[in-house]
């Protein structure tokens, strides 16, 4: 059975970088799509990139978020991790990981990231 | 970048009628559409996937349909499980999510 589980600072400042983490049990990362998708406080959901990985990490990002955004993983921890840099109070959202891209199949329960002073 | 429209953006309903949500996408997709579903506090969870795949463990009462830029979602009996949102997904390009539908009880 699939878990993802995201974790993370809850509480970021304006142009600094938010940093988050999904740790996944159940199924291995490798050979595997992992997306990032975020929920902003009006419901609005929006995509934002995923990785495949094998040996290395072959990336897709929104061009939305203009290279603000890096997906990678940890193989040796089960992880996959989510940078997003220069926030701004507009990247206040639920952040979700999920398993799959073309769609996203199944979902962590997502975590919630406020950027403000 | 292709827009997703989604109505009716709330819906009224009663157990047991059939309710039709439709998503309109800006460009051609083909049929690379999803749907999912959302209650509060949850995760959105995928119900259709190619435009009219039923994903595993689905109930059959959910039904997707259409191709190119307009899409259904179709619930043929509700229940009261089904009352939440429901939201679209193109993945033909990057990927972009409809408004919502918010399907409450009449």
């Known amino acids: 059975q699939v878990q993802l589980q995201e974790s993370g600072p809850g509480l970021v400042k304006p142009s600094e970088t938010l940093s988050l983490t999904c740790s996944v049990s159940g199924v291995s990362i490798s050979n595997n799509y992992w997306s990032w998708i975020r929920q902003s406080p009006g419901k609005r959901l929006e995509w934002i990139g995923y990785?495949?990985?094998?040996?290395?990490?072959?990336?897709t990002y929104n061009p939305s978020l203009k290279g603000r955004v890096t997906i990678s993983v940890d193989a040796s921890k089960n992880q996959i991790s989510l940078r997003l840099g220069s926030v701004t109070t507009a990247d206040t959202a639920v952040y979700y990981c999920?398993?799959?891209?073309?769609?996203?199949?199944?979902w962590g329960q997502g975590t919630l990231v406020t950027v403000s002073s | 970048d292709i827009q997703m429209t989604q109505s009716p953006s709330t819906l009224s309903a009663s157990v047991g009628d059939r309710v039709t949500i439709t998503c309109r996408a800006s460009h051609i997709i083909n049929n690379w559409l999803a749907w999912y579903q959302q209650k509060p506090g949850k995760a959105p969870r995928l119900l259709i996937y190619k435009a009219s795949n039923l994903q595993s463990g689905v109930p059959a009462r959910f039904s997707g349909s259409g191709s190119g830029t307009e899409f259904t979602l179709t619930i043929s009996s509700l229940q009261p499980d089904d009352f939440a949102t429901y939201y679209c997904q193109q993945y033909h390009t990057y990927g972009t999510f409809g408004q919502g539908t918010k399907v409450e009880i009449k």
């Open positions: 999920a398993k799959g891209a073309e769609p996203p199949q199944y």
């Open positions: 990785i495949f990985y094998t040996y290395t990490g072959s990336t």
